[in-house]
T-cell receptor, first 113, second 113 residues
Framework: DQQVKQNSPSLSVQEGRISILNCDYT??????FLWYKKYPAEGPTFLIS?????DKNEDGRFTVFLNKSAKHLSLHIVPSQPGDSAVYFC????????????FGKGTKLTVNP | DARVTQTPRHKVTEMGQEVTMRCQPI?????VFWYRQTMMQGLELLAY????????DSGMPKDRFSAEMPDATLATLKIQPSEPRDSAVYFC???????????FGPGTRLTVT
């Protein structure tokens, strides 16, 4: 039973355009969400997060949107750069006493020059 | 520059052999996680420690896998005996207490022939 789903295995965009990565979750107990970026042969690195009390969090070119009623979140990258090419993982947590994260399977983003 | 370190980075072994992977978490972090990444399953949580105590190892095949934290600076993941289906990249991550952000090591790529 996959609790965090990233339905698009890959996404290709042009440099300078917007990249939108999507994530859906099924567990209504999740109340904190994170995005990680992973380059080949490296471990995932934390990118941005959002608490369920918010619907938007912004950090430079990266914005995460949360729609609790739809159990959906998205990561927007504007403008996209070739260095953003990586695998992006969505993760979710139930903050009730545990630091565990549940990860999606990832979306490979390719930004073409 | 605090980082999670993992050794070895690559391991090739024959079926039936014991494999030990090591992780040094970031100094001061109280939580340690072991993950396995495969193409089919994405990032799967294998084990989770808080203050060196194992809290969750439900993701781990119990008959062949074991995880320990002999001290605060070392976490180990052992597979005995190894099987070809164990071939994957194994990541260790650490994090501060009561925080969801986890910091990943570079991973150990295991190949079992």
């Amino acid at each position: 039973d996959q609790q965090v789903k990233q339905n698009s295995p890959s996404l290709s965009v042009q440099e300078g355009r917007i990249s939108i990565l999507n994530c859906d979750y099924t567990n209504s107990m999740f109340d904190y969400f994170l995005w990680y970026k992973k380059y080949p042969a490296e471990g995932p690195t934390f990118l941005i997060s959002i608490s369920s009390i918010k619907d938007k969090n912004e950090d430079g070119r990266f914005t995460v949107f949360l729609n609790k009623s739809a159990k959906h979140l998205s990561l927007h990258i504007v403008p996209s750069q070739p260095g953003d090419s990586a695998v992006y993982f969505c993760a979710a947590s139930d903050r009730g006493g545990s630091e565990k994260l549940v990860f999606g399977k990832g979306t490979k983003l390719t930004v073409n020059p | 520059d605090a980082r999670v370190t993992q050794t070895p980075r690559h391991k090739v072994t024959e079926m039936g052999q014991e494999v030990t992977m090591r992780c040094q978490p970031i100094l001061g972090h109280n939580t340690v996680f072991w993950y396995r990444q495969t193409m089919m399953q994405g990032l799967e949580l294998l084990a989770y420690f808080r203050n060196r105590a194992p809290l969750d190892d439900s993701g781990m095949p119990k008959d062949r896998f074991s995880a320990e934290m002999p001290d605060a600076t070392l976490a180990t993941l052992k597979i005995q005996p190894s099987e070809p289906r164990d071939s994957a990249v194994y990541f260790c991550a650490s994090g501060p207490l009561n925080r969801e952000e986890q910091y990943f090591g570079p991973g150990t790529r295991l190949t079992v022939t």
